[in-house]
């Protein structure tokens, strides 16, 4: 896959929340990751929400977690990245601190403290466990948020660096009818890319009942549906000019596939490696490459939103 700045050997990622402190992204990518992002990461330290705060619905194939920007904080994750073997393709998400006076603020110095560390940011607007976050995602706020992460890298490419691609996540949860609006903005401040989605704040009927009361976002079988669908009117309302990165639900080759052509340039799973393991990720290749032969297409990039029409026509059901 060709993408921003980078040729990657396969579309699947590690999605953030697995690696938050930086601490083994070149062994993922040695594991058989196309590419792997770190984070999500804060400028302070956060012990994140008390515990126990991740579930398995073993049931359901899902987590329900409700970490809380648990993390190192920057500085010493900035150190920890100094010494890695920068052998593959990195991305770097990047929140705000819970208690943070201005979190847009906190947005633009994750920026500028990874700049040159990162091959891409995630800017995480999109998680449950922070009150207040995902407010971020209206479209005032989104454009002053983004309008001053995109000239602090405006800054950092006058003074000679290179430009860093910076992509958005948005939550499954938005309201269809919002779309449209939040679309339009990032595409008028240029994102380099969209994912869609993080986790899910909904409880689908016939999810075990035991889970159905407890707090924290959604992750795996029963996300695949909503975020999919979300991912198809992205990709319809952005036309494929924006990458997007499919996250939610990918437990096996098919369902990687179905992400690819909802509209996914790359994906990005993590649930699924609890209840798969780490040999789903050549699983998940074979059948795409299977799928490539059988389309005569000459990379899986030719196979992107090619159903996307029929996935958004579909309703999310609750």
């Known amino acids: 896959v060709d993408i921003w700045s980078g040729h990657l050997p396969n579309p699947i990622g590690i999605a953030a929340g697995f690696d938050k402190n930086g601490r083994v992204p070149d062994v993922l990518i040695r594991v058989g990751f196309g590419f792997a992002e770190i984070g999500t990461v804060t400028p302070l330290p956060q012990v994140g929400n008390p515990k126990p705060r991740v579930l398995r619905l073993i049931r359901d194939r899902a987590l329900i977690n409700r970490l809380g920007f648990n993390n190192a904080g920057h500085m010493r994750v900035k150190a920890r990245l100094k010494m890695r073997d920068k052998d593959g393709y990195m991305g ?6 819970k208690d943070a006076a201005d979190r847009t603020a906190d947005y633009v110095l994750g920026i500028e403290t990874f700049y040159d560390d990162a091959n891409y940011f995630m800017v995480n607007i999109s998680s449950p466990n922070t009150p207040g976050l995902r407010d971020l995602q209206a479209p005032a706020a989104l454009d002053e948020l983004l309008g001053r992460v995109m000239a602090k890298r405006a800054e950092l490419v006058a003074s000679g660096k290179p430009q860093v691609p ?23 401040h240029g994102v380099d890319g969209i994912a869609v989605s993080n986790t899910t704040l909904a409880r689908p009927s016939g999810l075990d009942p035991l889970f159905k009361k407890e707090a924290g976002g959604l992750s795996g079988r029963p996300l695949f549906e ?31 596939l179905q992400k690819i052509e909802a509209g996914a340039t790359l994906i990005q799973l993590y649930t699924a490696l609890v209840y798969e ?8 290749k074979d059948h795409l490459v299977d799928a490539v032969d059988t389309a005569g297409a000459g990379s899986i990039q030719e196979l992107v939103g090619r159903r996307a029409d029929d996935w958004a026509a579909r309703e999310i059901r609750d």
């Open 92 to 97: 770097v998400n990047v929140g705000a601190n």
């Open 166 to 188: 910076i992509a958005v996540k948005i939550a499954p949860d938005v309201a269809v009818d919002d779309l449209p609006a939040i679309c339009e903005r990032l595409e008028a």
């Open 226 to 256: 909503r975020s999919t669908i979300m991912l198809a009117k992205v990709y319809q309302l952005t036309g494929g000019r924006i990458p997007l990165i499919g996250i939610g639900g990918i437990e096996s080759g098919a369902t990687a």
């Open 277 to 284: 393991g780490p040999s789903l990720i050549e699983r998940i």
